[in-house]
T-cell receptor
Framework: KQEVTQIPAALSVPEGENLVLNCSFT??????LQWFRQDPGKGLTSLLL?????REQTSGRLNASLDKSSGRSTLYIAASQPGDSATYLC?????????FGKGTRLHILP | GAVVSQHPSRVICKSGTSVKIECRSL??????MFWYRQFPKKSLMLMAT?????????EQGVEKDKFLINHASLTLSTLTVTSAHPEDSSFYIC?????????????FGPGTRLTVL
């Protein structure tokens, strides 16, 4: 059974800092891995999708890496802004089932 | 991009009533849709996989007689919470694959917040 762990559980940093969110998963036989953000009381916004054959994906200030063999992914956020404050969810997809981590609650201090 | 909608976005009901939540793929056909729920400050948990024209597959611990899923067309899946109780209050989200399965990307609806009084 896939288990997903996200570290740290919560993070507060001043605006402008670069930061890294970590995700580990136990079953490496995945199709792909998605990173989402979720604002309080809202649905999910897809940020990046990395296929199992890829090592990383970039979108704007976001960069996600995937080391499938070791069951790890990281989300790098450059030059953080207050609008980045949200919960970030890591979601590996295996056999059409997405298993979510508990997320990292990020707070960017103005 | 592929768009998934849900209706209603928010519902409040009395204990014992049944509530139906709709999930629609707006610009693509979805043979498979997924239903998740999220309790406050918890992660999303997969409840069931909805297959067009056949029975849904439920995850362990999810009562199929309580959470009825009907996937009657390629663009619509419904989740009915029967005889709802306060402990069913949660955020319910659906997802679907777009027609292009080469990326295996699931697209999520905006969610439905259910409050049972």
């Amino acid at each position: 059974k896939q288990e997903v762990t996200q570290i740290p559980a919560a993070l507060s940093v001043p605006e402008g800092e670069n930061l890294v969110l970590n995700c580990s998963f136990t079953d490496s036989a995945i199709y792909n891995l998605q990173w989402f953000r979720q604002d309080p009381g809202k649905g999910l916004t897809s940020l990046l999708l990395i296929q199992s054959s890829q090592r990383e994906q970039t979108s704007g200030r976001l960069n996600a890496s995937l080391d499938k063999s070791s069951g790890r992914s990281t989300l790098y956020i450059a030059a953080s802004q207050p609008g980045d404050s949200a919960t970030y969810l890591c979601a590996p997809n295996r056999d059409d089932k997405i298993i979510f981590g508990k997320g990292t609650r990020l707070h960017i201090l103005p | 991009g592929a768009v998934v909608s849900q209706h209603p976005s928010r519902v409040i009901c009395k204990s014992g009533t049944s509530v139906k939540i709709e999930c629609r793929s707006l610009d693509f056909q979805a043979t498979t849709m997924f239903w998740y729920r999220q309790f406050p400050k918890k992660s999303l948990m997969l409840m069931a996989t909805s297959n067009e024209g056949s029975k849904a597959t439920y995850e362990q611990g999810v009562e199929k007689d309580k959470f009825l899923i009907n996937h009657a067309s390629l663009t619509l899946s419904t989740l009915t919470v029967t005889s709802a109780h306060p402990e069913d209050s949660s955020f319910y989200i659906c997802s679907a694959y777009s027609g292009d399965r080469s990326y295996n990307e699931q697209f999520f609806g905006p969610g439905t917040r259910l409050t049972v009084l």
